[in-house]
C-alpha cells in the first residue's frame, strides 16, 4: 500500500546472520523505495552471543515487543560455544510457542539457473510449499526420564497433537492451495504406525477437506514422500504435516532447490504476527568471509513482504533474484557463487531499482 508504514523487527543473530540480514534488508529497503511504502527497521539483540554476555536468552519483553511487530525477519541464531539445545529451546521454540506461530511455511522453488542435486531436474519444475505444524508434536518436550543414569533407565518422548492444533493447520493448507494453480494437498503423516496421532490428523484432513470442493487431496507417509521427493517432486504442490516430519522433510526439500543458500521459511500466526528465517544455520566458519549466500534471508524477506500484502513488491524481488542467479552467480552454495555476499545483494537491489 502506498505511503504505508510497517514496522518491521530485525534479529540478525550469530555468526554469518547479521551479514545476510544486512543484504536482505538492502532489498527490502530498495522494494520500499520503488513501490512506494515505508519500511522502519527494530533490531532485537538474541543470539548466542548476546547470551554469553548477558545471560539472556528471549525475555517477556522482547517477546511481547516482536509480538506487537506485524513482521521480523531473523538471520539465524547459534555459535558453537554455546551448548546444543539452550538456545533452541531458550529462543527459537520459546518465540514459535509463546507467540503461538503455528504455521512453519517453507516454499520450495526451483528458481531457473539454480542447480538441484537431482541428476535431472523434472521438466515440468519443482515448485510446492511445505505447511508444517509449528507448535504441537514432540517438540513440545512431553516426556521425561524415570532412573535415569540406571540400567533401568526408561525416557519417553511424546508427540502432543490437539484437535485445535491440528485443524487449524490443516485448514491455513487448504486456504493456501485454494490459491494456487494446481489446488492439490497432499498429507504427509504415518498412518499405519503412528495410529493415535495420525488418526487425527486423518480424520481432521478429510472434514475439513470436504469444505474445500476445489481442492484435490492425496495422502503419503512420510517415508514413501521421502522417496517421491527425490524421484518425483513436480508432484507435489502444497504439503501439510506435523512439527517433526516437517522439520525432516523440508531439510531434504531444501536440497532439491538448491541447498540452504536459497531455503526460506516463515513462522507465523496468521492475522498477528510472523517471523521469516532461513531455513539453514548460522554458518559461523564462514563469518566475515563474504561468502555466504544472502539469498535465503532475501528470499525470507521477500516472503516477509507478501506476509505484509506488498505481493507485487515481493514478486519484483524474486525477479530480481533470478536475474542475478541468471547473470551473475556461477552457484549457490559456499565457494561456488563467483562473487561475494554484498555483491549478490547489490545485484538483486539493482536489478529491481532498474525495472522501474
Ligand atoms: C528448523 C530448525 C529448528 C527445528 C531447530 C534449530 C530447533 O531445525 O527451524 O527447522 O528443529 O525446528
Ligand atoms: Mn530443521
Not at 517477556?60 to 515487543?65: I, K, P, R, V, Y
Request: hydrophobic share 40%; with cysteine.
Amino acid at each position: 500500500m502506498a505511503d504505508h508504514l510497517y514496522d518491521v523487527g530485525l534479529i540478525p543473530g550469530d555468526g554469518t546472520g547479521p551479514e545476510v540480514v544486512a543484504e536482505a534488508r538492502k532489498v527490502l529497503d530498495a522494494a520500499a523505495e520503488r513501490f512506494g511504502f515505508r519500511l522502519r527497521f527494530q533490531t532485537f539483540p538474541m543470539s548466542g552471543r548476546h547470551y554469553l554476555d548477558s545471560g539472556e536468552l528471549l525475555t517477556d519483553a522482547q517477546l511481547s515487543e516482536i509480538g506487537a511487530l506485524p513482521a521480523t525477519l531473523m538471520g539465524a541464531i547459534g555459535t558453537p560455544e554455546v551448548r546444543p539445545g539452550i538456545l533452541e529451546r531458550g529462543v527459537l521454540l520459546k518465540m514459535r510457542f509463546e507467540l503461538d506461530l503455528y504455521i512453519n511455511l517453507r516454499p520450495v522453488k526451483l528458481l531457473p539457473g539454480v542447480p538441484t542435486v537431482l541428476a535431472k531436474a523434472p521438466e515440468d519444475g519443482i515448485d510446492f510449499v511445505v505447511v508444517r505444524e509449528n507448535t504441537e508434536g514432540l517438540y513440545c518436550g512431553a516426556g521425561g526420564f524415570h532412573k535415569k543414569g540406571t540400567p533401568e533407565e526408561v525416557a519417553t518422548q511424546e508427540s502432543i497433537n490437539t484437535r485445535k492444533g491440528v485443524e487449524r493447520c490443516v485448514r491455513y493448507a487448504f486456504d493456501l492451495a485454494k490459491t494456487r494453480r494446481r489446488k492439490h494437498l497432499t498429507l504427509c503423516g504415518k498412518t499405519n504406525v503412528l495410529t493415535y496421532a495420525f488418526d487425527l490428523w486423518e480424520r481432521v484432513f478429510e472434514e475439513v477437506g470436504a469444505e474445500y470442493g476445489d481442492v484435490t487431496r492425496d495422502y503419503n507417509h512420510v517415508d514413501a514422500l521421502c522417496m517421491f521427493l527425490l524421484m518425483s517432486p513436480q508432484r507435489y504442490d502444497v504439503i501439510v504435516t506435523d512439527n517433526m516430519f516437517g522439520d525432516i522433510i523440508t531439510d531434504v526439500a531444501a536440497m532439491l532447490q538448491g541447498g540452504l543458500g536459497v531455503a526460506a521459511s516463515g513462522n507465523l500466526h496468521p492475522g498477528k504476527t510472523a517471523v521469516f528465517e532461513p531455513v539453514g544455520g548460522s554458518a559461523p566458519q564462514f563469518t566475515g568471509k563474504g561468502v555466504i549466500n544472502p539469498l535465503a534471508a532475501i528470499a525470507s524477506g521477500q516472503m516477509l513482504l507478501r506476509y505484509l500484502g506488498e505481493t507485487d513488491a515481493a514478486a519484483a524481488i524474486e525477479r530480481a533474484m533470478i536475474a542475478t542467479l541468471k547473470n551473475d552467480m556461477k552457484g549457490v552454495a559456499v565457494g561456488e557463487m563467483g562473487i561475494g555476499t554484498s555483491d549478490v545483494g547489490d545485484r538483486v537491489r539493482d536489478y529491481l531499482l532498474a525495472e522501474k
